[in-house]
């Protein structure tokens, strides 16, 4: 039948992907791959009684069709979050809740992207949004990640050079891959050069409360004049990612239309379970877990970049990330990460990472990896940690150090 | 912003649909239009324990990310009710979990739909349906139906004068919106046009297991010799609707593009919602209750059938369908059944359906509407349908009668 299929799933090649996470599920393993919170900090007796205590509530109609949008008592809820906790005034009516923020990134891209459309995405970047953007065919182009966030200065330079461009991608706190924030200098800058340009913003901040070191910065939305941003997150990382929930926060006109694409997508979220997270906010702090939760990630990540101190060799480079899931791994250029975790890390060290290559929409930048630091425990991190760097140490012996972030090819 | 939307939101238009079902949730309106089953047959009780079992049983695991493809043990489930309940030999493997049986429509959309492509729906159809197409941007081609549900011998004509057709969209059981059911002849001779055409068949039936009289009929996938029916159904009709969970079954090459752009949209269903079903399965008969169903909607749908019989005007026709949510009345042609709502029935009889034009995808046929008999009481029925008829006596009375369903302008 692939006479039959459209051009954007002939286009599409998961294969490499598929096999990391095949590898990385084998317990033999110690998987550094997957980017999936701790198990054992679930509430999950908390969140099975706010299930009971929800249908309990609500009667059968808990069971019948409800609002696209979602859960009112639930948005008003997340309307006051936005104000609290990032800065942005918004109301019940411009939150919608989704499957997860990965809906809420799909959503965004029927919305704006034809076939061909431009766009930018930051290099390297969420590798689940660049398979949701490429059902929709964009033309990407591709800006650098520094200490401080996307590199300003060459996203002016290309929405100068292709005026076309209508979107631009970022994971702005606790970058994904790289752990990086985006400094609020860069966040004003940003918006500023959205405005210019004619340009939307779709900010993506699943990890935003996760912060175990400084000062939280405020949304990119908090700058935003002209509602231009669209800004996205979840309940997967601060709560639990089975419950398959997310918001976006819009102003009207694109709130109206998203609606709409989501009523043609699933009609809707499951109300069940909106209405079992509203009821575990009714009788929880959310916060207070979100501090359980970072007082424990803390612990992993400073125990990973103890263990890349002391075990990585000089010419390899990390970053140092103050939240979030990840550690961004830079290896000598010349070196093809997913050719040496196939032939070398996987076979002789047995631990997995997610290579440069299929974080990058160019898929060039290949000397460079992502690690995860939330779902194992510290002394588990400790040992693949030192595997891996022993490895390197051999494989990487003949090349000299490089910087931080890989230059990217347009 | 609305000169950076992409086209597919340009070209689309719900208001007229956003009002039906805003005056038809006014408490003041008996209304027909909506699809919903009825709130006092939901096993509330049962699947709020299943809920309770499932988290105990898995523990925090449960809260954890999972497949895209769903709980093993529910597909295992499904794959046995599809021989047995479908006449489809299948296994777990080739079956997917969906965000409702609309996913599974999106889904399957966005797998063969190129801008453009050429595809054949029923004329009337399900409004959803046409929703999910629409933001793919084909052409459609439309063959109506008849008391055998889709005319074979006009997709014959237009298969062949059509060529570069590749889908084939179909409701075959309880039709949304006519109520009629495909017969096995026009299965088998569907499935040999696909082949001979090279057409994949979309078979879309929720509503298979509410029949309330007659025999069943095995699905279209269960003739398909090729791998060219995908067959889609839901748990929203036969358990709840906000559990937002149906399924696809599908050939080996299919199933693995459609895991794909799964995880590109959502990355997966919410497990838990999966568990408790899987969970409400293990510890009911779920026929049990189906049966439980029919025989309170097979009351309603004999209390409408009664009212239309004893007040509609002589020159209206309706359907009598076997199973299923709707009845679809043809007014005589030149009644604008959209404009005779929102200027007489809605203000004067204070009944609410669905007008056939947002039902075709030509919107070319006014002359008709949909009426559901589930989610209302026999009595409110008699009482709608009273007013509606009588209504009708003084608005149709200059015209003559018509045949049953309207023709198809292409």
Request: glycine share 6%; proline share 6%.
């Amino acid at each position: 039948m692939k006479n039959l299929f459209a051009n954007r799933v002939l286009n599409n090649d998961n294969s490499d992907l598929d096999n990391i996470f095949k590898n990385s599920a084998n317990p033999a393993n110690i998987s550094f791959a997957g980017g999936f919170p701790d198990v054992a900090l679930f509430p999950d007796t908390d969140l099975k009684h706010a299930y009971q205590t929800a249908i309990d509530q609500d009667g059968p109609a808990i069971f019948q069709y409800s609002s696209t949008q979602g859960l009112p008592a639930l948005r008003q809820k997340l309307a006051q979050r936005m104000a609290s906790h990032a800065g942005v005034m918004t109301t019940a009516d411009n939150v919608m809740l989704t499957q997860g923020g990965q809906q809420a990134i799909d959503l965004v891209a029927k919305l704006l992207l034809n076939r061909g459309d431009s766009m930018v995405v930051e290099g390297p970047t969420y590798m689940g949004a660049l398979a949701a953007f490429d059902t929709y065919e964009p033309t990407y182009y591709e800006i650098p990640v520094d200490d401080h966030g996307m590199n300003i200065n060459q996203l002016r330079q290309t929405l100068q050079a292709h005026p076309e461009i209508k979107l631009i991608y970022t994971v702005p706190d606790f970058h994904n891959p790289t752990g990086t924030t985006l400094s609020a200098k860069r966040r004003q800058a940003m918006v500023a050069l959205a405005n210019q340009y004619d340009v939307m913003i779709l900010e993506d901040s699943p990890y935003r409360d996760l912060r175990y070191s400084g000062k939280a910065i405020p949304a990119i939305k908090h700058y935003d004049t002209e509602g231009r941003v669209i800004f996205i997150s979840s309940f997967s990382k601060i709560l639990s990612p089975a419950l398959r929930t997310g918001w976006i926060v819009a102003d009207d006109d694109v709130m109206h239309e998203l609606i709409g694409l989501k009523s043609a997508i699933d009609v809707q979220s499951p109300n069940i379970t909106l209405a079992a997270i509203n009821a575990y906010l009714d009788t929880h702090d959310i916060d207070d877990h979100i501090a359980t939760i970072n007082q424990a990630y803390r612990i992993k990540r400073d125990a990973m970049l103890k263990a890349l101190d002391r075990y990585m060799p000089a010419n390899v480079q990390y970053t140092r990330p103050a939240g979030g899931f990840f550690i961004w791994v830079t290896l000598p250029a010349g070196i093809d990460a997913k050719q040496l975790l196939n032939d070398v890390v996987l076979p002789q060290a047995h631990v997995a990472y997610v290579p440069a290559s299929c974080q990058f929409a160019s898929r060039q930048v290949k000397n460079a990896f992502r690690l995860n630091f939330t779902s194992l425990t510290p002394e588990t991190i400790t040992t693949g940690i030192k595997r891996l760097g022993n490895i390197l140490q051999t494989s990487t012996a003949a090349v000299p150090a490089k910087a931080l972030m890989p230059a990217i090819q347009f």
